[in-house]
């Protein structure tokens, strides 16, 4: 390839050619699996990817020949046939796909596996202007110098290659580690967000207040909720709505009973033990009830969009979530089952955040806030509890019947409430304490 | 039975299996016999049950019930949630010593959902699960009782023919359960 950018009359132009065949062939393919990815995307998929991920590492930090390899060829006679541009842009659009010709590194294989565990568009072409580039460059420098050989000659450009890939690769590879679920704030609860500025509960201390690059400040009272240009909190049954920007209280009532809030450019909501009332953000008193529940069925947190009012309802028989228009009084359930748990829903432009935890695991999903919609996983933790045998003691395994199809390991780590941004997912932790109370962790997931 | 009964004890199988045990008996004991009729009974997947079919899906595995059909976790005979986890009376979820767990403002954390287990397994398979009736046997020094979750199915839960067992009205056993009473045997 580098003798046939390096033979064309306008190099620049070949080189280009090559590179947006290369471009194109790779977006194309990875852009395709990452789409199957979102479809089917699981923890399967993600674990066998970072297998993948780990043994390219090794592979190509060791120099390790690279398996497999597709014993296959550009076809020669297009830069015979065809205008030499044409030619390169086809020999780039093969090369880019990266699955029909011999690949240089173990790293290769490693990355139609990420883009399908990721199941990301936009990480999808991330990787494919990363593979692109990586196999265009070496060409247009080496094409520019004139050394078609120089590879062959001193494999230790190629050994360093390598090397390059297995570094870029488990640098990847750890840097999603960690980005997966990062910690926000120790000993946080119930996060609300807007824009850049995140608000929390500390329990037992109060309410916080971070803004974009800044530290968090501690604010008169509990439970902060922020919204459009709002941040509400309560001291006992004193309920504030003040600036975001000033801190400077707008409005203050009395509402006995009010455990939760959230606040939207139009609307106040909250939660008392057994209620969720909803009124103009702008005016006092008690507002609509939207919903009541007899104990021990109880109600999450609200949230609010636009017009929109969302909340949990667990109870033994099943648990939901619904969404109420405030202006209209239409009521939808987005979500219902009678085997998971549906807890603490956020809502934002659209898209429903939300805890599922079920038999088998704890998982943080996002969908479209609309009835029956699809929901993807952003975050999965292990279930709440774990299995028996199946089979008493000393008798046969014929018969048995075990809920989970592989061996829970279970985890007394508890996913809650849930708040959403446009870049990022938050969800906390709560972790058993003493005498049955919980501690809370405040973790940031990266949406994807 | 009788014909069993009489093939058993004429048929060369049978004399060996009597010669067999009084040779035992008089080598090892009483205890050896008792090791011998235990293994009879560890055919089936769980003491008391008498037949192939498999359990009903159970969120811990084993599917013990209480007396009106809810889950119970096997070793302890704690009530669980559909999730597994040990419930309190009103379903609330509580920790190892039974102390009711509580949100970090120290509400108690939601129920889940927590469905009787013939109820699940015909929600899971697409039919109305009923009890019709159950049988006995002495499990663990107690009265087990062995309940069958009848519908209206073609094939059981193992997924070949279903049999009609105890259950009434053309009704078939999908699957089976059981409930540990406190009477002793």
């Known amino acids: 390839m580098v003798g046939t950018v390096g033979a064309a009359r306008h190099r620049g132009r070949a080189g280009a050619a090559f590179t947006a065949g290369l471009l194109l062939g790779a977006a194309a393919v990875f852009t395709s699996l990452a789409a199957l990815g979102a479809a089917v995307s699981g923890h399967a998929v993600l674990v066998v990817a970072l297998a993948l991920g780990a043994l390219a590492v090794v592979s190509d930090a060791l120099g390790l020949r690279v398996r497999p390899q597709i014993h296959l060829q550009v076809p020669e006679p297009w830069r015979r046939r065809m205008p030499l541009e044409r030619a390169l842009f086809l020999y780039g659009l093969l090369l880019g796909t990266g699955l029909s010709t011999y690949v240089p590194a173990t790293a290769a294989w490693a990355l139609p596996a990420l883009c399908l565990a990721l199941g990301s568009l936009g990480a999808a072409l991330a990787i494919a202007a990363g593979f692109a580039a990586g196999r265009a460059l070496p060409v247009l420098a080496l094409a520019a110098r004139g050394g078609e050989t120089v590879l062959a000659e001193r494999p230790q450009g190629l050994r360093l290659l390598r090397a390059l890939a297995a570094a870029a690769l488990l640098c990847a590879l750890v840097a999603g580690r960690v980005e997966a679920a990062g910690t926000v704030a120790p000993n946080a609860n119930d996060p609300s967000v807007a824009g850049t500025d995140v608000a929390w509960q500390e329990p037992g201390v109060g309410g916080f207040l971070r803004r974009a690059g800044t530290a968090a400040v501690q604010l008169p009272g509990d439970n902060p909720a922020i919204g459009a240009t709002f941040v509400v909190w309560h001291a006992g049954p004193q309920v504030t709505v003040a600036d975001r920007a000033t801190l400077a209280p707008a409005l203050e009532d009395t509402i006995p009973g009010v455990q939760k809030l959230a606040v939207s450019r139009s609307w106040l909501a909250y939660r008392t033990p057994t209620e969720i009332h909803v009124r103009p953000v702008t005016e006092t008193g008690p507002g609509r009830i939207v919903v009541k529940v007899a104990q021990p069925a109880t109600l999450g947190r609200p949230a609010l969009g636009v017009d929109l009012v969302v909340f949990h309802r667990a109870s033994r028989d099943g648990s939901s979530i619904t969404a109420v228009n405030v202006v209209s009084g239409r009521r939808m359930t987005l979500r219902s089952s009678h085997d998971d748990q549906l807890l603490n829903p956020s809502l934002l432009g659209g898209q429903l955040l939300y805890v599922r935890s079920s038999r088998c695991s704890q998982q943080l999903v996002l969908g479209p806030a609309r009835k029956g919609a699809r929901d993807r996983v952003l975050y999965k933790t292990a279930p709440l509890a774990g299995q028996d045998a199946g089979h008493d003691p000393g008798h046969t395994h014929q018969g048995e019947r075990l809920p989970c199809p592989f061996r829970p390991k279970p985890t007394t780590r508890m996913l809650w409430t849930t708040a959403l941004s446009p870049t990022t997912a938050y969800v906390t932790v709560l972790k058993p304490g003493s005498g049955g109370r919980t501690v809370p962790t405040l973790l940031a997931v990266v949406r994807r | ?185």
């Not at chain 2, 954390?109 to 002495?138: K, S």
């Open chain 2, 1 to 185: 039975m009788l014909s069993e009964s009489v093939a058993a004890a004429s048929s060369r199988r049978g004399f060996l299996a009597r010669t067999g045990r009084l040779l035992v008996g008089l080598a090892g004991g009483g205890f050896v016999l008792e090791a011998l009729r235990a293994q009879k009974a560890e055919a089936f997947h769980f003491c008391g049950h008498i037949y192939t079919t498999g359990s009903c899906p159970h969120p811990v595995g084993l599917p013990r019930i209480d007396a009106k059909g809810f889950p119970l976790r096997a070793a302890d005979g704690k009530p669980v949630d559909d999730l597994g986890r040990a419930v309190d009376r009103l379903g609330r979820p509580v920790n190892a010593k039974g102390a009711l767990l509580r949100d970090p403002d120290g509400n108690p954390l939601p129920p889940a959902p927590r469905t009787r287990v013939c109820t699940r397994a015909g929600r899971e398979f697409g039919f109305r699960g009923q009890i019709d009736g159950a049988w006995y046997r002495c499990c663990g020094g107690h009265i087990r009782k062995l309940v069958d979750c009848c519908g209206y199915v073609g094939n059981r839960i193992n997924g070949d023919a279903a049999l009609t067992g105890y259950c009434y009205s053309g009704r078939r056993v999908f699957c089976v359960m059981y409930y540990d009473t406190k009477i002793k045997c």
